[in-house]
């Protein structure tokens, strides 16, 4: 019932499905309830809650328990949110695994352990699948779908048809492979931006700005493929005009960074003169972070529907 365990519980319940809530301290739940009845109080009054329900409806979907056996009761889909920590997680799989009959999905939220890591031993590994959520998972859609090698394909369908129908944004991974796709994306970015500074060439609050007023704007509605398509006559085109002086520019990037010494302290300072390094001044960024999330998926939906 943290952070990730609330979102979902809010996605699953704006989606129409009663959801369980389970955590292994009952005041963790009175406080996640909370927190949950303030935030859809919130957006159904500046107009943004998702779903069809009015917040009260959403709300009495929720229910709370400390039980585990209880909580997995009836489940046709249980998602996991403990911290990122292997052995946490295998431990909860494991006792699910003893609970749980042959038609509920067991699946994890987790952002970077491979399915084979988490999942290989148990009993009903056909039924356990990765869906990973990007942070908040209520404002941002896009979900990644991961099979361990042994997770039946009817796992990933009933998965990807649920996430589609909560409104989600599913995408299916054939095969798994280390931090999946967004974080492989994310990092390439993040190890670029990093080399960038650390070498002198821009200052963070520049390289930041590159993204967020240049490449950003585009990557809000469209991806790095269609960037190329729509940039040429093609993609075929594309790679015709630019192939050499991509590979020109990709030959000069520097090994992975370490990310420690001095970049670390450059990138810090900057970041910490925006927003300083204190709870106050980072919760108030972070919720300026999802009202403007919230705009962009109001915008992004309306320009769907037309």
């Given at each position: ?30 406080s996640?309830?909370?927190?949950i ?14 779903g069809?329900l ?26 996991e ?7 946490v ?8 695994d ?55 394909p009817?796992?990933?369908?009933r ?18 492979i ?17 080399r ?7 200052s963070?609050?520049?390289?930041d700005l ?32 630019y192939?050499e002086?991509?590979r ?24 910490s ?34």
């Amino acid at each position: 019932s943290g952070l990730i365990g609330r979102s979902w519980a809010m996605v699953f319940a704006a989606g129409g499905f009663k959801v369980k809530l389970y955590d292994i301290a009952q005041q963790q739940l009175t406080s996640a309830l909370e927190n949950i009845r303030k935030q859809m109080k919130e957006m159904e009054k500046s107009g943004v809650l998702k779903g069809a329900l009015s917040a009260d409806q959403q709300l009495a979907l929720i229910s709370v328990c400390t039980d585990l056996k209880a909580a997995a009761e009836g489940a046709t889909f249980i998602q996991e949110c403990t911290p990122e920590n292997l052995e946490v997680k295998k431990k909860i799989f494991g006792q699910l695994d003893l609970i749980v009959g042959d038609n509920v999905i067991l699946s994890s939220s987790t952002s970077c352990l491979l399915p084979s890591k988490l999942f290989t031993g148990l009993k009903h590994v056909k039924q356990c699948i990765v869906s990973h959520p990007v942070n908040p998972p209520y404002f941002v859609p896009l979900v990644e779908i991961v099979p361990h090698p042994e997770t039946d394909p009817s796992t990933t369908e009933r998965t990807y048809a649920l996430m589609k129908k909560i409104g989600q944004s599913p995408v299916k991974l054939n095969r798994e492979i280390e931090g999946f796709v967004l974080n492989r994306l994310q990092y390439a970015v993040i190890s670029e931006a990093w080399r960038l500074v650390g070498e002198g060439v821009m200052s963070p609050t520049d390289v930041d700005l590159v993204m967020s007023d240049g490449l950003g704007m585009r990557y809000a509605f469209i991806g790095p493929l269609e960037t190329m398509h729509l940039n040429a006559e093609g993609v075929s085109s594309y790679c015709e005009r630019y192939a050499e002086g991509m590979r020109l520019v990709l030959n000069t990037f520097g090994p992975v960074p370490e990310f420690s010494g001095e970049t670390v302290q450059k990138v810090n300072q900057a970041l910490s003169e925006k927003i300083p390094v204190v709870p106050k001044a980072l919760d108030a960024r972070r919720k300026w972070r999802d009202e403007c999330l919230t705009g962009l998926a109001k915008l992004k939906t309306q320009m769907k529907s037309d």
